[in-house]
């Protein structure tokens, strides 16, 4: 089958768990109890302003035509989003509706929180894939080693920590205790950085690129902990599956030098199926980002949905819940392509 | 239903890990203290003494001189709307009452983390055993169906892996809120035996009669997680169903449920109650994870202590500190059974689940 | 023990013995097992499952891995080059034109694999990298040859200037490889050689879209690489169905005549051997209990294991009425449920007194070139001295 | 194979077994997906209309190379599998439309020994407990006489009784595989599926489970199905045997007949390959056929085994050669056997000594999972 | 500002009539998140002058000062219309861009703003206001009475804007229009006695076209009003960087560039005040107190609010419809040990619904003693003993709010007759029961905070206390003819009945009656200012230290 095709097959299954997804979203605020209205309005507001909000809100319609206009809100992108406050105003972009309190667009107020985590996830990731690989490979070539035996109890530890707590342990110590890193919050990111490489101000951007690192230092560790773990052990475990097969004896039978075989065969094949584990596990990394934004007050879509949930803002949770899912299906459509691409074993089918 | 193989592999898998071994110790303490919290607690996990709040654990004592705010009747005083302060020396005196120190508000810490584990504990189990059920169901039947049914019931699970599972728990707390808490009595205590066992000892009585079993968390996290058993079962009962043992049974004439209940089931438990540790251990985390975000109805729970150690994590870091630890030690120990499992019978589900 | 075998060896092994330690305990694969290997033949080794014959060879080309370790024995090869190297440095390890490659450092031993032996395996999908190209995966086993002829030095050492290193920079700077272009012309010369058409694009393709016929083929090509002087075959035709293993065998027997190379064949089917060998080694236990010229062990088998292994062969051209099996199950090689007598005795139909002493190889009537580890060997079988049940210690043999 | 069997429905007599153009195709790329993609699904032909019969109390050889789908065809045949086309007919009641009690009778009456003695016992079960399913699941026998019929069976079969409390995993190869044929005897049946029963087992244990197998159809009366890779052994077995090549049967008759005098070339060329255990077969080249069995997937048109004939024709690639008579009860799907036919008038193909032709995606590695 | 310099010594005992309705968010203590809470100041302290910054005196020509301020809030600001939130945060950001046509001084006094002079329009169910002149939006337009009678409409009038949740803050209040440029009449639904008190806290003034040609989602992205400061750049949940407006009606603010940003965590917005990141930050956490005060970074600045924190038990649920029992609840409390060791002294004891500074107020009355065997003997005497109450709580909401609970329920649970435990709600949930309007719906026993910038008791007291209060959990006839009373008369006769009302309530115990809340802000040793009453952090206000 043809990348294009498998592409496709590939985005329809998405299509359809994203769909699978918008039900599930839409649901939860169905069975939601309290009145979205509550959320909107002051506690004396008489019956007939109740009622008009309710119905500007379209929750007197049967449920079939709510979920219809907000899946197809969702799909279409109409202007008017279901939770259309009162204003009359189009809200453009996705039709994900407008902030019960804020009364703003839920598209861009999530949009706008999106980088912010995917800055956090990248990072996390980039720390996680550095440290990791390296450390299962010495693990699992020098088996009973001192490093083996230190890099089996760090990954031991790192997946049985949980990452808020490590990171109120790292602001303790690092943050509150020693002062060399910030409590929390972000720094303008890398847009910035690149911005001002692009005025050419090299030394503000340096700068920047300083404070931008010195921020999200203790929010990539915390985060990036349990998944540097995870590869840990899964290279490890891995390679010493591979070293056990028959082709590495037949390498060494054909005469190949030991490294040769532990790096351009097993490791290779280690690799391969790590990619699909990891692209598994990455909810677990956005799971784990919404903790640490959280934790460091991070202002990414964890912080939203967790404040969302916490005011009842429906729109907004359902915006944060489908972005988030998206993403996930997003990124997992990719890791696919890539574990295709690079493992002649499997075609495209 | 073990196998003696099974027993076999087991015990040899034990004899050379010693790091089993230890997870085995940890998870026994654990549930020793937790089944047993009422008689091993030294104090009552809920007994505040705001004289002795935020004592340091042992060893931790110290002695400092601050700028604190003067106080007349327990209130600050103002002059020209400046507090009044005083130069003085503060002590932090840890006690033996309190080894593990006290908290904001002067509880006993270790205390807290006994009946902790109780709550961790039961929603570790409970949580799983849910999970498990209504996974194993949906996927022994996806896989040994195949066809339509499995279509239908994997594509659900894609929908549900789609959400990072600590996303979808939050979520589903929004909408159940507390609807499914539950109080479950202690039984030693309602008996009177812990009672006399303390005031023999001449410990603190007064224990909690109950316990608290958050059961909206044990419901969300097994909404959030069957998928993991489902996947595991489906796999097995797909490749059971090849086993000619199965092929057997149905030329003899078995029906669906009966080989589905012999054959099938049996033979995927081995997998799944090793998904099962691993999922306790990964249950146990979430559940801390929902109660640090404050969206857990226990009152002792070690999430909690952590969010609520948070805002001393300044002047008493110890209160964040300690339920942390019994969450990382409880968590390897249930780590490393799983490992042992895993290893002694090689189910290989190697990077399934997680938090 | 003497060295003076046949004018002809190329290989000789002697009392290699290899020990597992698993879990259960210890298990003997092989135990004392000699042979040799004569210039320009096919040796057939030939055994139920579980008879050591795998683990043999391996033994033989040191590439045991853990848990098993070689425990004791001699490998003498015939190399002269060899032999004048450490005639000076070890000369317990030199007899004449041999060297007992056991007394040798790993990197000589391990460079002499490809260039004087190789091996074939069984299963040749998983013997190939699934995810490396079959072409690459030859051409690798030419390079190495390659390099090691240019520098012999280098080959010696544990990774041949080969880390992880140097695998990065070969990923990430364009037109760096491990492979040269020569070696991958030469790799599909040799696809070409063992019958695979069009092994220009073939060698462009992975294992798996090779059938298992071909994969097989591209496993001789492979082992011929380093142009070796003794081929091991293990099973090489087991996995594969009856016409193609025809095929398969027909391809080793023209290219050991064309190489003019010795082959190990190694498998549990008797009429391969028959086919192919010209000498016969028959394992049971671990041990070679009866080896000769392929006639000798056929015709005139004097192993009581060797005769009922024949005996239960139907004949696909003459279906006897009735078939004579051993007795009995192939015991498993735990050190602790090995008996002190004859391995095979309570399968044995002709078990003697005499059994209950584990029996040394014997020449069979004489012939130094037959020799058997039965007391049969040069001894009848006598009713009256038979061996019966009571004096078994607990050999329940389930 | 021309049958003669009536079309309408009769009573039970003449063969045990009638098997007539079983069908069995798997779909690939068969998903919700493949077809909104509007992609065609791609038939897997395992089984391509075979027809056979067994006789009552004959031992039937059912022989062919790995994927030519005799496995499938002898689950299809027991109900095991969905077959896609065809019928078989059982006592002379169609199996794959028996009414409850039909089948339940028909799950008696006919019985399988697998290959693999390792995967075909519960490794959960004791062997007592699988030996007697069977009777629980047809209710047949309560908790005691069950444990006494186990006991009987397992030392029909060579066993002793008091293995009856044992798991599976304690024995050895041989022993699992009459535990496996314990099993089917229990409920006392009348015609066996024995699927590859000894391929799995080492040659001194293979002749113990070959003997035992043959008193074992002489004291109950049995009819058996025999499917071997292993041409010796089905020589040794069987009264009559059928050649199976990619999903068809191309050869059948009575056994001394097809190993004598084999009509079909690849019969021919299966009896050449098999290496003889005799000091006479070193030095013959057994290689008569060339390159690989084609796939499945798309076999070839016109005769299957047109692509590795060694006397293949155009007039093979046209058409496929219906079963002709050649001798009492012996029936060859292939031109040669009819003089007449304008086969003999068409060009030979050009296999050269090219081997592969590009169809090498079944490949000849042996998986029993056709 | 000049014109009107008020005395802002002393704490007003302010009687009028004002009788702003208490906000839902605003009053609940909304909008503050994290463990912070939304602490209306209070100025019991002498204030000094220049807190409005009109004691500077700044001459015009003088060149002015660079001297940037950052304020961290638990949050940021919902968005940008003025017109269109509850919360304290969002006010806090929108009084430095928006004025009131009259406003209030730290102590609750009506002063001043964009109208110099307010009257009531006889004979008429109306009022006017006569605008300053020369006053100027930030986008230059000059301000004129079409701008403010839209604004009062757009808040009134669901026709003219959208349903604005500040609507019911205007109540009696139907419309408004504009005679001419400098007057605007409001028309009332009847003799509305506390139209100013409303006006005094609500009501921003928009410009009219500015307003009219935008979206509404548009207004939420930015500012233009009249105030000291205008809009530079809003980052939506992140920060709002506000920069002097020079041409101010006033003197221009000594702050040159004003940013607000947010922190949820305490000790986070403790750090960043700490290493210079922030110059103001809300709600230190009593423990924090030391730290910010021992570095050289700032220091400490706290007053008691109009906040009071209590648990509400409903009459109509046993077992607090007991009024010995009730009185136990409150008996086995601690309070002094509550106010000094869980807020750290950051607290005043209460033992009536109405605080010290508060119209009504009994001095006579104190705080319930601690006194666990009177409990035990109490609820033994309810016929209660036994009995388990759960303590319903948000979480993060006032300061302490949830230790201060634990520790309820913990003193409670001591008691051998009772045991008590804890329920964490989530604050919005928890508020929705409380909202219904129907006692039924609310949990029986819950800890709450309610703030009234009025300083007004018998407000408190009808909320919370009445037969027909909108949040009540308690029912008393004596009680309620004591406030019709009260509302039926003035001065003294007013104060006693409510002073005997509170004595009434002490003594019923409707409620364990907790502390009164504490605004503690950190003040950079860079600034100079002071906290004032109303909940509100005016920068202009701020001068460099």
């Known amino acids: ?349 | ?355 | ?398 | 194979m021309s049958f003669d069997v009536e079309t309408d429905e009769v009573e039970y007599e003449g063969s045990l077994v009638e098997v007539e153009d079983l069908e069995k195709y798997y779909y690939e790329n068969d998903t919700l997906f493949d077809r909104v993609l509007g992609r065609e699904p791609t038939a897997v032909r395992a089984v391509d209309g075979v027809s056979f019969e067994v006789q009552e109390g004959e031992t039937l050889g059912l022989v062919g190379e790995s994927g030519c789908g005799k496995s499938t065809t002898s689950e299809t045949l027991l109900g095991l599998r969905e077959a896609t086309g065809g019928s078989v007919r059982f006592k002379g009641r169609d199996v794959f439309r028996m009414t409850g009690s039909e089948r339940t009778e028909f799950r008696q009456d006919a019985q399988i020994v697998f290959q693999d003695p390792f995967s075909s016992l519960d490794p959960r079960m004791t062997v007592g407990e699988i030996v007697t399913e069977g009777l629980r699941i047809h209710g047949l026998a309560g908790g005691e006489e069950r444990t006494e019929r186990a006991k009987d069976l397992l030392e029909r079969v060579g066993l002793s009784a008091r293995h009856a409390d044992r798991y599976p995993h304690e024995f050895s190869g041989g022993q699992r595989q009459r535990i496996g044929i314990a099993r089917a005897l229990a409920l006392d049946p009348e015609f066996v599926v024995l699927d590859e029963p000894v391929s799995a087992l080492d040659v001194s244990v293979q002749a113990q489970v070959l003997n035992l197998l043959e008193d074992l159809q002489e004291e109950f009366g049995l009819t058996y199905l025999f499917v071997a890779h292993d041409l010796s052994v089905v020589r040794h077995i069987s009264d009559r045997v059928a050649v199976m090549y990619l999903g068809k049967v191309v050869e059948t008759g009575p056994v001394d007949e097809i190993f004598e005098n084999p009509q079909h070339p690849y019969t021919q060329a299966l009896l050449d390959s098999v290496p003889r255990a005799s000091v006479e077969e070193y030095g013959r080249r057994g290689g008569t056929l060339e390159g690989d069995v084609p796939s499945p997937r798309n076999p070839p048109p016109g005769c299957r085994f047109h692509t590795r004939c060694p006397h293949a024709r155009d007039a093979c690639t046209k058409e496929l050669p219906p079963d002709y008579d050649t001798g009492e009860r012996h029936e060859a799907a292939c031109f040669r056997v009819d003089a007449d036919h304008e086969y003999w008038e068409s060009e030979p193909l050009p296999h050269a000594s090219e081997t592969g032709e590009g169809t090498s995606v079944g490949g000849g590695i042996a998986d029993s999972s056709d | 500002m000049p014109e009107n310099g008020t005395n802002r010594r002393g704490f007003l005992k302010y009687a009028g009539g004002a009788a702003v309705t208490a906000s839902l968010a605003g009053c609940l203590g909304g909008g503050d998140g994290g463990d912070g809470t939304d602490t209306p100041e209070g100025t019991d302290t002498d204030g000094t002058d220049d807190g409005g910054g009109d004691g500077t005196d700044t001459d015009d020509d003088m060149e002015l000062p660079d001297f940037p301020v950052t304020i961290t809030q638990g949050n940021m600001p919902s968005g940008l219309d003025p017109h269109d939130h509850r919360e304290t945060p969002t006010d806090v950001v929108m009084l430095h861009v928006y004025e009131g046509l009259i406003t209030r001084d730290a102590a609750g006094a009506v002063q001043p703003a964009l109208a110099t002079d307010w009257s009531r329009v006889e004979g008429e169910e109306a009022a006017q206001f006569q605008l300053r002149e020369g006053v100027t939006f930030h986008n230059g337009d000059t301000l004129v009475g079409e701008d403010a009678a839209h604004s009062i409409n757009r808040i009134v009038d669901e026709e003219v804007g959208f349903a604005s949740p500040q609507s019911d803050q205007l109540a009696g209040v139907t419309g408004a229009s504009a005679p001419d440029e400098t007057t605007v009449q409001v028309t009332l639904d009847g003799l509305n006695p506390i139209v100013f008190s409303e006006f005094a806290t609500y009501c921003d003034i928009m410009q009219r076209s500015w307003v009219e040609d935008r979206s509404k989602s548009e207004i939420g992205q930015t500012m233009n009003g009249t105030g000291p400061f205008k809009l530079d750049s809003y980052t939506q949940d992140e920060q709002v960087v506000m920069t002097r407006y020079e041409d101010y009606w006033d003197d221009p603010a000594e702050v040159s560039e004003l940013t607000f940003t947010s922190a949820a965590e305490s000790s986070t917005r403790v750090n960043q005040l700490l290493q210079g990141e922030t110059d103001i930050i809300v709600n230190v956490p009593p423990q924090e107190v030391n730290r910010v005060n021992n570095s050289d970074a700032g220091s400490v600045a706290a007053a008691p609010s109009t906040r009071i924190i209590y648990n509400a038990m409903r009459y109509d649920v046993e077992p607090f419809s007991s009024k010995q029992f009730r009185q136990a609840m409150n008996y086995a409390i601690d309070l002094e040990s509550i106010v000094s060791n869980v807020l750290g002294g950051f607290g005043t004891q209460t033992g009536q619904p109405t605080l010290p500074e508060f119209v009504g107020h009994n001095d006579d009355v104190g705080p319930y003693s601690y006194d666990p065997d009177e409990a035990e003997r109490l609820v033994d005497e309810s016929g209660h003993a036994g009995v388990e109450i759960e303590l319903n709580t948000p979480v993060g909401r006032y300061l302490k709010d949830l230790e201060i609970a634990q520790a309820v329920a913990g003193y409670i649970d001591e008691l051998p007759n009772v045991s008590a435990s804890v329920n964490q709600r989530d604050f919005g949930s928890l508020v929705d029961e409380l909202l219904t309007g129907n006692i039924e719906d609310k949990p029986p026993w819950y800890l709450i905070g309610w703030g009234e910038a009025t300083f007004e008791g018998a407000l408190v007291m009808t909320a919370l206390l009445s037969t027909d209060g909108a949040l009540t959990s308690w029912s008393n006839d004596e009680f309620d003819s004591l406030l019709e009373t009260a509302a039926n008369s003035t001065g003294e006769e007013r104060i006693a009945a409510l002073e005997e009302a509170n004595a009434l309530a002490n003594e019923e115990a409707p409620w364990i009656f907790l502390n009164q809340q504490y605004s503690v802000y950190g003040v950079s040793s860079r600034v100079s200012w002071e906290p004032r009453s109303d909940e509100r952090i005016d920068a202009y206000a701020m001068s460099q230290a």
């Open chain 2, 1 to 355: 239903m073990i196998a003696p193989r099974t027993i076999r592999s087991l015990k040899r898998g034990l004899s050379r890990n010693a790091l089993a071994k230890v997870g085995i110790a940890i998870v026994v303490v654990v549930l020793f203290v937790a089944i047993f919290a009422p008689f091993v607690a030294p104090d009552r996990p809920g007994t505040q003494n705001l004289n002795e709040s935020r004592q340091p654990p042992i060893g931790f004592e110290k002695a400092t001189t601050q700028e604190v705010p003067v106080k007349e009747n327990g209130s600050v005083v103002f002059e020209d709307g400046q507090i009044v302060t005083e130069n003085r020396t503060v002590y932090e005196n840890s006690s033996w009452d309190h080894p593990l120190g006290t908290d904001g508000n002067g509880r006993d810490i270790l205390s807290r983390l006994i009946y902790g584990a109780r709550v961790s504990l039961l929603v570790g189990f409970f949580g799983t055993g849910l999970a498990m059920l209504v996974g194993v169901t949906v996927g022994l039947t996806a896989g040994y169906y195949r066809g339509k049914v499995d279509d239908v019931l994997m594509r659900s699970a894609d929908v549900m892996l789609a959400f990072p599972s600590i996303v979808l728990a939050i979520a589903l707390i929004g909408v159940l809120q507390d609807a499914l808490e539950q109080s479950i009595p202690d039984p030693f205590v309602q008996t009177g035996v812990a009672p006399a066992f303390r005031s023999a000892l001449g410990l603190p009585t007064g224990m909690p009669e109950s316990t608290t079993l958050p059961g909206t968390i044990i419901v969300v996290v097994a909404l959030v997680n069957w998928v993991w058993f489902a996947r595991v079962a489906r796999g097995e009962a797909l490749s059971l169903r090849e086993e000619s043992y199965v092929k057997a049974a149905r030329a003899l004439g078995a029906n669906d449920a009966s080989i589905m209940f012999r054959h099938v089931l049996p033979n995927a438990i081995t997998p799944i109650l090793v998904l099962g540790t691993i999922q306790i251990a990964a249950i146990i985390l979430l559940e801390s994870a929902l109660s640090f975000l404050g969206f857990s109805s226990a009152n002792i729970s070690w999430g909690f202590d952590i969010a609520l150690g948070r805002q001393y994590q300044s002047t008493a870091w110890w209160i964040s500190a300690m339920p942390g630890l019994a969450i990382v030690i409880t968590v390897i120990g249930l780590n490393l059974v799983g490992d042992w499992l895993r290893d002694a019978l090689d189910p290989g589900i190697e990077g399934e689940g997680g938090v």
């Open chain 1, 1 to 349: 089958m043809s990348l294009a095709r498998f592409l496709i097959k590939r985005l329809l299954q998405g299509v359809f768990v994203v769909w699978g997804v918008v039900t599930i979203v839409f649901g939860l605020r169905v069975i939601a109890p309290g009145d979205p209205a509550n959320v909107l309005l002051p506690p004396d507001v008489g019956p007939e302003v109740r009622q008009q909000v309710i119905a500007d809100l379209g929750l007197d319609q049967p449920l079939y035509v709510q979920y219809w206009e907000f899946v197809s809100g969702i799909a279409l992108g109409v202007p008017e989003g279901l939770f259309n406050i009162a204003t009359g105003q189009p809200v453009g972009g996705l039709g994900l509706g407008t902030s019960l309190t804020t009364g703003t667009s839920v598209a861009s107020r999530v949009g706008r929180s999106l980088p912010a985590t995917l800055e956090l996830a990248i990072m996390a990731t980039v720390v996680a894939v550095v440290i990791a690989i390296p450390l299962g490979v010495i693990s699992a070539t020098n088996r009973y080693s001192v490093p083996d035996y230190g890099a089996t109890l760090f990954s031991l530890a790192g997946i049985s920590t949980p990452n808020f707590w490590l990171g109120v342990m790292l602001i303790i110590v690092l943050a509150v205790q020693l002062d060399l890193f910030p409590t929390s919050q972000r720094a303008i990111g890398i847009p910035g950085v690149v911005d001002l490489l692009v005025s050419g101000q090299l030394v503000a951007a340096a700068e920047g690129f300083r404070t931008w690192l010195w921020y999200i230092t203790l929010p990539a560790i915390t985060l990036g902990t349990y998944f540097t773990a995870l590869i840990t052990r899964l290279t490890r475990s891995g390679m010493l599956d591979e070293l056990g097969k028959t082709y590495v004896r037949a390498s060494r039978a054909k005469g190949l030098p030991d490294a040769l075989v532990r790096y351009k065969h097993v490791l290779r094949n280690t690799l391969i199926p790590i990619i699909t584990v990891v692209g598994l596990q990455l909810g677990t990394l956005i799971g784990g980002a919404v903790i640490t934004e959280f934790v460091f007050d991070w202002p990414g879509l964890g912080q939203v949905l967790i404040n969302s949930i916490n005011s009842r803002d429906w729109p907004m949770v359902q915006g944060s819940l489908i972005v988030i899912a998206v993403g996930f299906v997003v990124v997992n459509i990719v890791v696919d392509t890539l574990y295709t691409l690079v493992n002649p074993r499997v075609g495209f089918d």
């Open chain 3, 1 to 398: 023990m003497s060295h003076a075998g046949h004018r002809d060896d190329l290989l000789r092994v002697e009392d290699l013995t290899t020990r597992f330690y698993t879990e259960e305990g210890q298990v003997n694969a092989v135990e004392s097992v000699s042979f040799d290997v004569r210039d320009n033949e096919i040796l057939g080794i030939v055994g139920e499952s579980g008879s050591g014959k795998s683990v043999t060879a391996l033994s033989a080309i040191d590439l045991v891995d853990s848990p098993g370790k070689i425990t004791g024995g001699e490998v003498w090869l015939r190399d002269a080059e060899l032999a004048g190297e450490f005639r000076g440095d070890k000369p317990e390890a030199v007899d004449g034109d041999f060297v007992d490659l056991r007394q040798l450092p790993t990197g000589v031993r391990r460079a002499l694999r490809g260039p004087k032996f190789s091996m074939i395996f069984q299963d040749p999908m998983s013997s190939f990298n699934p995810s490396l190209t079959v072409g690459e995966q030859i051409a690798e086993a030419v390079e190495v040859q390659r390099r090691a002829s240019a520098n012999p030095r280098s080959t010696r050492s544990r990774t041949q200037g080969y880390g992880l290193g140097k695998l990065l920079v070969d990923s990430v700077v364009p037109g760096r490889k491990y492979t040269s272009d020569e070696s991958h012309e030469r790799a599909i010369e040799l696809l070409d050689q063992v019958g695979i058409p069009d092994p220009v694009e073939r060698a462009d393709e992975y294992p798996h879209q090779f059938s298992g016929g071909m994969l097989q083929r591209a496993m001789v090509a492979q082992a011929l690489a380093g142009e070796p002087d003794v081929l091991f075959a293990d099973e090489p035709t087991t996995a594969l169905d009856v016409t193609i293993q025809a095929q398969i065998l027909d391809l080793l027997r023209d290219i050991q005549q064309e190489q003019g190379m010795s082959v190990v064949l190694i498998t549990h089917d008797l009429g391969v051997i028959a086919r192919m060998c010209d000498r016969v080694g028959v394992m049971y236990a671990g041990e070679v209990v009866e080896r000769g010229s392929l006639e000798a062990v056929f015709d005139d088998p004097t192993h009581p294991y060797t005769q009922g292994l024949l005996g239960s062969i139907p004949d696909v051209d003459d279906p006897a009425p009735r078939l004579e099996p051993i007795e009995g199950n192939v015991p498993n090689l735990l050190d602790s449920e090995m008996p002190d007598r004859c391995y095979f005795a309570d399968r044995c139909p002709k078990a003697m007194e005499a059994c209950l002493e584990h029996p040394e190889e014997r020449a069979v009537e004489g012939d130094r070139r037959h020799t058997a580890r039965c007391v049969l060997a040069d001894d009848e079988y006598d009713p009256e001295r038979a061996l019966d049940e009571s004096q078994f210690e607990g050999g329940d043999g389930e």
